[in-house]
């Protein structure tokens, strides 16, 4: 087996210390960890395989002889440093939205588009945590029945904004309850005890650039323009894990067993469909797992091709982390 120089840059963040703790966990095939971040989270050590590591602040020579570097520092850093290293030969997985829609970057769930790696050019774009989760279900349908129109409402939790919000709700919850002030600084209102139709800025359509990252990334993942889909993406006080109401309309139609069936035998997917014994998938059950949760199926009330999907994900493992570190496995093996 061959090993491999591998960084974490913006490994002080959420999604970042859940990248080390993965490596760790999958036994990723490992000569050195390099561990980046900005200055101000310089001199921070992260334990990995009982080691403490020391981050360091990333700098333009920073990726020099690094193989492969897991990126999660945000759009603009992402971009500058994404393209530093992938020109001194390091393969770059990157979380944020600075290269998922560039018509030379594969966007890649690996259990629905895995050959699309294949295809980098030095930098593979991990998706929107809200589109990981509703890909890997829609695929097996999409595969058996054909998918023609998508509806989506997400339902998602603060640490998809990163610690600072994490902190925020955990700081406003407790004002609320000793009856003291606050004011909202990592959202524009309250999100303890309530609910923001509103992530990322809104774009001129009047749908929010989170909305638009759904509609956007889907089709480029399943390689389909012509597949209709419309999204509405909300906040809620939930620390981790994100859920989706998904409506999908089919060229095919069957059974809501044979639709079970089919998700049951799906990568990476687990199904939790017994409403009358309340099961079904819900935030904190994702908080230790690495499937994506469906249950709620049902059969739209008066569009005979028309099925309802309850989806639950853990946002920072197969939502961001996971898929990144899929992703690098994937690689390694074409290495």
Request: one cysteine or more; proline letters at 4%; a neutral charge.
């Amino acid at each position: 087996m061959s090993y491999y120089k591998v960084a974490v840059l913006g490994a002080t963040g959420l999604v970042g210390r859940e990248m080390v703790k993965i490596l760790e966990e999958r036994d990723f095939p490992l000569k050195e960890l390099k561990l980046f971040a900005s200055e101000r989270s310089a001199g921070k050590k992260i334990t990995f395989k009982g080691q403490k590591i020391t981050v360091e602040a990333c700098s333009e020579g920073s990726f020099h002889n690094i193989d492969l570097a897991l990126f999660s520092a945000g759009t603009e850093a992402g971009r500058f440093y994404g393209e530093i290293a992938s020109r001194q030969g390091t393969i770059v997985i990157d979380n944020s939205n600075a290269f998922r829609m560039d018509k030379n970057v594969p966007l890649v769930v690996p259990e629905v588009n895995a050959d699309d790696i294949l295809n980098h050019q030095g930098i593979i774009a991990n998706p929107n945590c809200s589109t990981i989760q509703l890909v890997l279900v829609l695929k097996p349908i999409y595969d058996e029945l054909g998918v023609t129109r998508l509806i989506i409402s997400t339902y998602q939790s603060v640490s998809g904004t990163g610690k600072k919000a994490v902190q925020e709700l955990m700081d406003q919850t407790e004002s609320i309850m000793a009856a003291s002030g606050f004011k909202p600084e990592v959202y524009p209102h309250q999100i303890a005890f309530n609910v923001l139709p509103h992530i990322d800025i809104f774009e001129n359509n009047f749908y929010s650039r989170e909305e638009m990252k759904l509609v956007r990334e889907t089709k480029k993942i399943l390689h389909d323009e012509q597949i209709k889909i419309s999204a509405t993406a909300v906040r809620v006080p939930v620390i981790i894990g994100h859920s989706e109401s998904v409506y999908l309309e089919t060229r095919k139609i069957i059974s809501l067993p044979e639709l079970e069936n089919l998700l049951n035998k799906a990568a990476g997917v687990k199904v939790l469909n017994d409403p009358k014994n309340n099961i079904y998938p819900l935030p904190v059950m994702s908080k230790f797992k690495d499937e994506v949760l469906v249950g709620r199926l049902r059969k739209d009330l008066d569009v005979e091709n028309g099925y309802h999907l309850w989806v639950v994900g853990n946002n920072l493992r197969k939502g961001a982390a996971l898929n990144a570190v899929q992703i690098a496995e994937h690689v390694i093996r074409n290495f």
